[in-house]
């Protein structure tokens, strides 16, 4: 089993930034693809970014390319998420995944353990 735990989140004004952490332990994650998903109220959830298990390769939605990148620190089992150029429709609760397999996936039912969220609002 693999439990994860986000943090970082909070309220911030548009255009600014914010990194989010998820933190895993019980396995290490080195081998597994990480992801990042939202949820926005009365929204379903998104899928924000995805990196791999060696951390070379990573996907984006289009909505967050160029203001947001993931990363991985295998030796500390921890994946990031850095938020930049903030706006207000980024505003939802942020979830960290982690699947069993090394591979990049931006699909929600590819994987297997997720954490339980940490809010991000962005304010006008």
């Known amino acids: 089993q693999v439990q994860l735990v986000e943090s970082g989140g909070g309220l911030v004004q548009a255009g600014g930034s914010l990194r989010l952490s998820c933190a895993a332990s019980?396995?290490?994650?080195?081998?597994?693809?990480m992801g990042w998903f939202r949820q926005a109220p009365g929204k379903e959830r998104e899928f924000v970014a995805t990196?791999?298990?060696?951390?070379?390769?990573?996907d984006y939605a289009v909505a967050v390319e160029g203001r947001f990148t993931i990363s991985k620190d295998n030796a500390k089992n921890t994946v990031y998420l850095q938020l930049n150029s903030l706006k207000p429709g980024d505003t939802a609760i942020y979830y960290c995944?982690?699947?069993?397999?090394?591979?990049?996936?931006?699909?929600?039912?590819?994987?297997?353990?997720w954490g339980q969220g940490t809010q991000v609002t962005v304010s006008s």
């Open positions: 995944a982690a699947r069993r397999a090394s591979l990049v996936e931006s699909d929600s039912r590819g994987y297997d353990y």
């Open positions: 990196i791999s298990g060696s951390g070379i390769s990573t």
């Open positions: 019980g396995r290490t994650v080195s081998r597994y693809a």
